[in-house]
């Protein structure tokens, strides 16, 4: 849990993103986005934010743990209806233009809102919060360090269990209950792909057993105290193929090209041009489909994401995975995967 | 995974009601409504369902995979944006009224497909796969059955670990463990509350040590093979305390109550009126603010929601929770939940 001075930061960064779009408030719906600014960790609560006062609404199942924990906020509950609540506020602080997180609310609820605040204008404000948790502070970078950390026990264990006649399956299995065992749990559904099972991204385990000269694909990461890891990372069992080695090798090389890259002020899309163009020009370019990376924090994916039409560039305190591939149809494939953070004058790989 | 034939009935029931609405077509976007229809279980596809053909749509990542298991669909490949084979279905099937799900999907791609489609009327159509899901068939109750034995399994285990010294935490890490041994996996954050913890409705399980005389609450439930389950149980861990053997008496006969009530018919609100009147009776109505029971199938929180402004009567095939409770600030609750199928003649208690 972040102290209350970085909750008191967040929330000023956004009033001053707020004041630039020239809105009066912000209701803030996704869960993920209460949390990062409150602490929150329960559902069902609301934000609404405003240049002045701004209001937390939960109903009564949360509302004695909101009134612990949530500060900066004045806490309602929320007996009657909840756009009731909304259009009451908005009225009492003559709130004109008033935005929505548009890209998760859903389409009735929007409406119903629009028509309750009648005289305010309720708009489209896309993912202001996303973007602002693109750049972590130094609490949250040190939560990240921590889940990687433990990743990285997870995989030395993992390295353990990777025997010939173990199921991808089974061996998902054991990785999970290795992340429970420490307190923290899986941030998505493992991959765990042996051989030709890992010439799919987003292979799910299946019964495909481990057999003595496999390459197995192990795409872990956790969940610990609120922040997540993700890291990819290849075992050789038996001896060396050459056609794995030589993609392996590829692969590598063009990460490091794209992190040779990363310092602030670079453009996002430079990143994944580097690696992309590096292994085209070794002749697996039509063997690498998916975006270079993706930011790692409160979710496992978010902003900033690394790809070929991505807008923008890079600040320091960005955390993102750099995860190039090469998968070779019904033979298997290879993705190396570490996490990155952009420091004050270049980066730190914090996964190696 | 049900059999060809339920799904085959699940699609008819739907157009069925697409009918009734005067629907041409629904979109659907939610993963969980998707899987209803298809048995697909991963994520971004997206179906349309016609009175005639139907369209599944997916992925590279995917497309290998619905080929496999989709039947009754057509299966097209998202080689382009999404909103244009949209759009292209619907030109080509001259579907003039599209209804889509407009509790699940974002404004903003709301608005952007409603543009889209130019001359069709893009029209919410509200939670109709959520209604059919309401009724279980066969297939699911066997299903839910099974996930409830489970649960009762690891209940029985809990109940063994409970010992003064042993932290929520470290308890609700152990159950954990315990459902993914037997390839199940907890349906939601699991709740393990001691004493004072047990007073908020959703404890978020602590450092808080379980001791000598504690009183334990354990809401626990698991997902197996797609449907959950959903239990609350109190454990006593030393002798009887008269302030809270006299709420869990209450809770108990309130749950009674209500199960009493249930049949085929029965008008919902009712349900929920018979518990939190007996509650409000012996004293205890402001202790009780949730909504007696929700339904419980794909999802752990479905339809039908049990609670006092609910509208509609029972319907035979209706699983859901009924989970009075009385959470006393600063000493504790107690809350007791069990899962009721609705029979032909009244009610079966899955849980007991």
């Known amino acids: 849990m972040p102290k209350k001075a970085e909750f008191g930061k967040r929330l000023a960064l956004l009033k001053g993103r707020l004041r630039e779009k020239k809105l009066d408030a912000l209701l803030v719906t996704r869960d993920v986005n209460i949390s990062y600014l409150t602490g929150f ?4 609560a609301t934000l609404i934010v405003t240049s002045g006062k701004s209001y937390f609404i939960t109903d009564s199942r949360y509302i004695e743990e909101a009134g612990d924990s949530v500060k ?57 919060i996303e973007e602002l948790r693109a750049v972590k502070d130094a609490g949250e970078i040190a939560l990240i360090k921590d889940a990687i950390r433990l990743t990285h026990g997870v995989l030395a264990k993992a390295k353990s269990f990777i025997k010939p006649g173990v199921s ?22 493992l991959i765990v792909a042996a051989d030709a099972g890992s010439s799919k991204p987003h292979a799910i ?16 990461g956790c969940m610990l105290r609120g922040y997540s890891s993700d890291l990819t990372r290849v075992f050789r069992v038996g001896g060396a193929r050459p056609g794995m080695e030589k993609i392996w090798k590829v692969v590598r090389d063009a990460q490091a090209k794209a992190i040779e890259l990363i310092r602030p002020g ?26 270079l990376g993706h930011g790692v924090g409160m979710e496992v994916h978010e902003k900033p994401n690394i790809a070929p039409m991505s807008e923008g560039r890079l600040v320091s305190g960005m955390i993102f995975t750099v995860e190039p591939a090469i998968y070779i149809p019904k033979t298997g494939g290879i993705r190396v995967e570490d996490m990155v953070l952009v420091t004050d004058r270049g980066c730190e790989v914090l996964s190696q």
Chains 1, 2 share one sequence.
């Open 41 to 44: 960790a329960g559902h069902d």
């Open 266 to 291: 670079a453009r996002i899309a430079d990143i994944d041009a580097a690696a992309r163009q590096y292994i085209k020009g070794k002749g697996f370019g039509r063997y690498f489909g998916h975006a």
């Open 72 to 128: 900066g906020f004045e806490v309602r509950l929320a007996r009657r209806s909840l756009y009731e609540i909304i259009r009451d506020i908005a009225a009492a602080g003559k709130l004109r233009r008033i935005g929505f997180e548009s890209r998760d609310l859903p389409y009735e609820i929007a409406v119903r809102l629009k028509k309750v605040l009648g005289k305010s204008s309720f708009e489209p404000a896309g993912e202001l």
């Open 205 to 220: 385990p299946t019964a495909r057993k481990i057999k003595k000269d496999s390459y197995v694909m192990l795409d872990i």
């Open 168 to 189: 991808e399956e089974s061996l998902a299995g054991k990785i999970e209950i290795e992340f429970l065992k420490t307190g923290a749990r899986p941030s998505f559904e």
